[in-house]
T-cell receptor, first 111, second 114 residues
Framework: KQEVTQIPAALSVPEGENLVLNCSFT??????LQWFRQDPGKGLTSLLL???SQREQTSGRLNASLDKSSGRSTLYIAASQPGDSATYLC??????????WGAGTKLIIKP | DAMVIQNPRYQVTQFGKPVTLSCSQT?????MYWYQQKSSQAPKLLFH???????NEADTPDNFQSRRPNTSFCFLDIRSPGLGDAAMYLC?????????????FGPGTRLTVT
């Protein structure tokens, strides 16, 4: 059974720092991996999707990597800003075409 | 812009009073999903439609029903809401013929049960 873990559960860093969020999964048989952002009380915003055949995707200050063989993905945020404060969720699309979710990392960027 | 729309954004209902949440999409995706998300938890899949085929998750309570009258619309009916059903309800869509099953989410409906 696929399980997705995100570490740390919470992270607080000063503005301007680069940071890395981690996501691990137990079964490498995935179709893709998505990173989402969720602001308090709001819905989900898709940030990046990495297909199983890809190694990384970039969008602005965000870079997501995927290492299927080791069951790991990272979300790198460069030059963090207070507006980046949110919960970040990763999810893998498993062999049944279902999204399996991590519990999220709550990120706080201190001005 | 193509999108997933959920109405209403906020819904208050009384304990035991049936409520319907709606989702529409302009993406022409053939798969539609309903998720329940409680505070500080990951979304939990309730059910999904693959075209007209309904797929219920094994642990989704019978209190939750869904209808998909056409490609664009999908409804979530909660027959007798309990206090434990207060949550954010998220609708998502995907396509098996493009976008490689990437799921697109609506803004959610926050349900309060009084």
């Amino acid at each position: 059974k696929q399980e997705v873990t995100q570490i740390p559960a919470a992270l607080s860093v000063p503005e301007g720092e680069n940071l890395v969020l981690n996501c691990s999964f137990t079964d490498s048989a995935i179709y893709n991996l998505q990173w989402f952002r969720q602001d308090p009380g709001k819905g989900l915003t898709s940030l990046l999707l990495i297909q199983s055949s890809q190694r990384e995707q970039t969008s602005g200050r965000l870079n997501a990597s995927l290492d299927k063989s080791s069951g790991r993905s990272t979300l790198y945020i460069a030059a963090s800003q207070p507006g980046d404060s949110a919960t970040y969720l990763c999810a893998v699309l498993d062999s049944n075409y279902q999204l399996i979710w991590g519990a999220g990392t709550k990120l706080i960027i201190k001005p | 812009d193509a999108m997933v729309i959920q109405n209403p954004r906020y819904q208050v209902t009384q304990f035991g009073k049936p409520v319907t949440l709606s989702c529409s999409q302009t993406l022409n995706h053939n798969v539609m999903y309903w998720y329940q998300q409680k505070s500080s938890q990951a979304p939990k899949l309730l059910f999904h439609y693959y075209d007209k085929d309904f797929n219920n998750e094994a642990d989704t309570p019978d209190n939750f029903q869904s209808r998909r009258p056409n490609t664009s619309f999908c409804f979530l009916d909660i027959r007798s809401p309990g206090l434990g059903d207060a949550a954010m309800y998220l609708c998502a869509t995907s396509s098996d013929s493009r976008s490689n099953y990437e799921q697109y989410f609506g803004p959610g409906t926050r349900l309060t049960v009084t």
